[in-house]
């Protein structure tokens, strides 16, 4: 069984790995198995896939090859925080505080913490994130990236393009959010067909992400901000929903690799 860790170590696990001192409000200690496995990074990349829980993960495992190389080297399980929505859960990420310390609660509230973009800036590094415009990391996280990369179109084609134009420019650390998953999720279940398809679409702009980082020397981390489990209407219709402390809202999957293992993972010289 996979150990499962607390989502609060997201935000000084990557300050580890870049060489900088972790958030002021952060108090736990950084992921131990990453550290000792990727080392200090020049680069990195992290990518969330939005409501990507393991029970979606695990259902719809045959149509992620690009997932599943990575999860087939290094995997745990993280828990997400309560309650498991977005805008809390990237909140927690990128300070490393619990919910009643930062106090999000909606992607419209002012995050008044510091966050590992901030901690950077300190050291004359770089960030930017490649987010939809209407989404949890463009509205409430991209201002305290240097370059805050928000696609208009509110696609996930785009904030794909978004990424990997900032990863040519090499800035130091590039925060991604893909929320097909989600979407398809709450409109037809996570379990569905549709929900199945959307987590291949989610894999196909990973592989284009990764294949770019690989060629540009940064290590990545993928993972989820919270799952979700079907419902079922009084009409039968089955959809999505989370913020529970339900299994299947709570336990996302956590992957990483550093540059050259990235690299051999995805079969590129």
């Excluded at 990369?149 to 590039?174: F, H, M, P, Q, Y």
Aim: overall charge negative; aromatic content about 6%; charged content about 20%.
């Amino acid at each position: 069984m996979v150990e499962a860790y607390d989502m609060r170590a997201v935000a000084p696990t990557v300050c580890s790995i870049l060489g900088v001192r972790h958030p002021r409000n952060c108090k736990v200690k950084p992921l131990l198995e990453v550290l000792e496995t990727m080392g200090c990074q020049k680069r990195l990349a992290v990518v969330v896939i939005d409501a990507f829980g393991v029970s979606t993960w695990t259902a719809a495992r045959m149509e992620t090859p690009t997932f599943n190389a990575f999860a087939n080297r290094h995997l745990l399980h993280l828990r997400s925080v309560m309650p498991t929505i977005t805008p809390v859960n990237f909140a927690t990420m990128v300070t490393g505080a619990s919910p009643e310390v930062h106090l999000i609660s909606t992607r419209d509230d002012d995050l008044a913490l510091e966050t590992v973009f901030d901690v950077l800036r300190c050291y004359d590094k770089t960030s930017a994130t490649a987010a939809r415009a209407l989404s949890s990391l463009g509205i409430l996280i991209s201002p305290f990236a240097d370059q805050g990369g928000l696609a208009v179109s509110n696609t996930d084609e785009e904030v794909c393009s978004i990424a990997v134009d900032a990863l040519k420019e090499r800035v130091d650390l590039l925060w991604v959010q893909l929320l097909d998953v989600d979407d398809a999720g709450h409109e037809h279940g996570p379990l569905s067909s549709q929900g199945i398809a959307a987590a291949k679409r989610a894999d196909a702009y990973l592989k284009e992400i990764v294949s770019e980082a690989c060629k540009r020397g940064y290590a990545l981390i993928v993972l989820a901000d919270h799952g979700q489990h079907t419902i079922t209407g009084d009409d039968g219709r089955k959809a999505g929903t989370h913020g529970t402390r339900m299994e299947e809202d709570v336990y996302v999957p956590f992957i990483w690799c550093g540059p050259d293992e990235a690299a051999r993972a995805m079969g590129i010289s």
